[in-house]
């Protein structure tokens, strides 16, 4: 049975990527064939880098393929991306991961995307290996919000600057993570404002460090609550480690070994060094208070 196939490694799945997507599935439609994403693992940035830099994704492959479920894609095929593949030719990366596994009628991709050997796999190329092997080439114009490019670097830089409510107009949601509760040293308790200690399930990345609006979900739960989130190295108390703290608002209960969900809403400051604990413990109810009055404006979803 033949396929739109979209090609890309889509980290994020921002607006951009969403209408890439819905370019294959509407031409799957029109066809009445089947939805195939192709993607890569490791990021090519990974594999290609003259010198390696770790580079967390935005969306772990478990999350990118529950999302293109989601979405209606009828299946995503992972390629282990290694420096053989990308030296293919651009026929032979066809006709080996595209035509013989899916038989494209329609293959769907960035205006900018190209693959295979000195990605020399550009657009007019694909198109014309397309004209030769029976499927039609569609390449997607970039996405620009405020006038610029919708891309995975740009989210990446946003929430590295803790710019959590841009980077969710990007990726047309709010950006999340999860993970499990694990005891941490009660810092926070002994301050009045108990948190709970989060050790993310996949490596992913992690928003700058600072205080955040935010709403959790607890395992087992549907509903969401409203939150605090402080990341950082806690350098009040010499901290040297990153954590992840959430503080539940009007909530209490044990959380240790329960996965909790965090999506981002708003950035509230950076993390200080305070003079001591009742320094802290002033800021972090100006903290609580701040973070409802943010929160009250925007609704959980």
Known sequence: MST???VGVFDGL???HQQILGRALASARAHSSRT????FDPHPDLVLAKSFQAMPPLTPLPEKRERLEAMGIDHLEVLPFTRELAALAPEEFVDRHLVLP????TLVVGENFALGRGRAGNVPRLAEIGRSRGFEVQAVPLLEIDGSAVTSTRIRALLAEGRVAESARLLGR??????VVVTGDAIGRTLGVPTANLRLHEERVVPGNGIYAVWTRIEGESGWRPGAMSIGVRPTFGGQHRTLEVHLLDWSGELPGRSLEVEFAEWIRPEVEFDGPEALQAAMREDLVEVRRRLSEARAV
């Open 14 to 16: 921002h607006l951009g």
């Open 36 to 39: 195939v994403v192709v993607s």
């Open 102 to 105: 899916f038989a494209p009628h």
């Open 4 to 6: 739109a196939v979209a």
């Open 174 to 179: 709010r950006y999340a993570l999860s993970g």
